[in-house]
């Protein structure tokens, strides 16, 4: 953590002036997608335009945009473009359609116990530069039957995979991690 994010003091008046005022933006800009994205949450939850409800939302969401808005700034997200909006929506399809694949292979493997396994732990290295983006594509993973991330270190996840088929890390990260990563990077970076 930086050593303005604690308090520290510089010494110096103005410059601790320039920092605060420098950070309050983000701050600002980060509690306004926070407080936009609780909100639409609490909206899609209850599915209902009663006054009451939304009064309740926008309430509940403004208290937790408050208490939580400087742990949201501090994950890194990059800010919202129609770029970015587009690459998760196109993310979400693939993600869906990876998910329903992989549920009915998985399916076909117990009603037919004869299909050979080979399961095994694989080496799946990937370019995403930011933590977030690294845990979203380990969860995309997990999220598809067959395989589950267990550990990234670096940048190299390890997956367990129910049948291992590819040879090398390379052909790993092709056949498991690349369909994820592609989006993800337009997302993040």
């Not at 936009?36 to 009064?55: D, G, N, Y």
Request: hydrophobic residues 45%; aromatic residues 10%; contains cysteine.
């Amino acid at each position: 953590m930086p050593l303005r994010d604690r308090g520290v003091r510089t010494g110096d008046p103005r410059k601790e002036e320039a920092m605060r005022s420098a950070r309050f933006p983000q701050k600002a800009t980060g509690f306004v997608y926070l407080l936009v994205f609780l909100f639409a949450i609490w909206l899609c939850l209850t599915r209902s335009a009663h006054w009451q409800e939304v009064l309740t939302g926008a309430a509940v969401s403004l208290v937790l945009a408050l208490f939580l808005s400087e742990s949201y700034s501090t994950l890194g997200l990059p800010r919202l473009n129609p770029k970015r909006l587009m690459g998760f929506v196109a993310y979400l399809g693939v993600l869906l359609k990876e998910v329903v694949q992989a549920n009915f292979d998985v399916a076909y493997r117990i009603l037919h116990p004869r299909m050979p396994l080979r399961p095994g732990i694989v080496a799946v290295r990937t370019g995403l530069k930011q933590d977030i983006a690294k845990l979203m594509l380990a969860n995309s993973i997990t999220l598809t039957p067959g395989t589950f991330t267990m550990d990234i270190v670096g940048d190299t996840l390890l997956v367990h995979w129910i049948d291992v088929k590819g040879e090398t890390v390379e052909e790993s990260t092709r056949i498991i991690g690349e369909k994820f990563e592609k989006y993800l990077r337009l997302i993040f970076e």
